[in-house]
């Protein structure tokens, strides 16, 4: 079983950048894929970004592609999500998500693992 916790939330303006990371214990973080998820008021959860657990391949959502990155750190049992030219709509809570796996899933119902996230308000 592997404990996620994230950091690095919080209010900025639009064009500024964030960035999240979580941190995970309990288990070997190298045998987990993780993704970023996030949910905005009233809205589902979506998916943000994923990586695999050897951080060799990646996924990114069309509505941040070219403006976050998703990267890992085995050794520091840590996932980053570097988050550029934020927007209003990236406002959200944001929240990462592992599954012991070689692949990333982009559903939610593919993780077991979740952290309870951090907050980002992006204003005008």
């Known amino acids: 079983q592997v404990r996620m916790v994230e950091s690095g939330g919080g209010l900025v303006q639009a064009g500024d950048s964030l960035r999240l990371s979580c941190a995970a214990s309990?288990?070997?973080?190298?045998?987990?894929?993780v993704a970023w998820f996030r949910q905005a008021p009233g809205k589902e959860r979506e998916i943000v970004a994923a990586i695999v657990r050897s951080g060799d391949s990646t996924y990114y959502a069309d509505s941040v592609k070219g403006r976050y990155t998703i990267s890992r750190d085995n050794a520091k049992n840590t996932v980053y999500l570097q988050m550029n030219s934020l927007k209003p709509d990236d406002t959200a809570l944001y929240h990462c998500a592992a599954r012991e796996s070689s692949f990333y899933s982009v559903f939610v119902h593919g993780y077991i693992y979740w952290g309870p996230g951090t907050e980002v308000t992006v204003s005008s």
């Open positions: 309990g288990s070997t973080f190298s045998r987990y894929s």
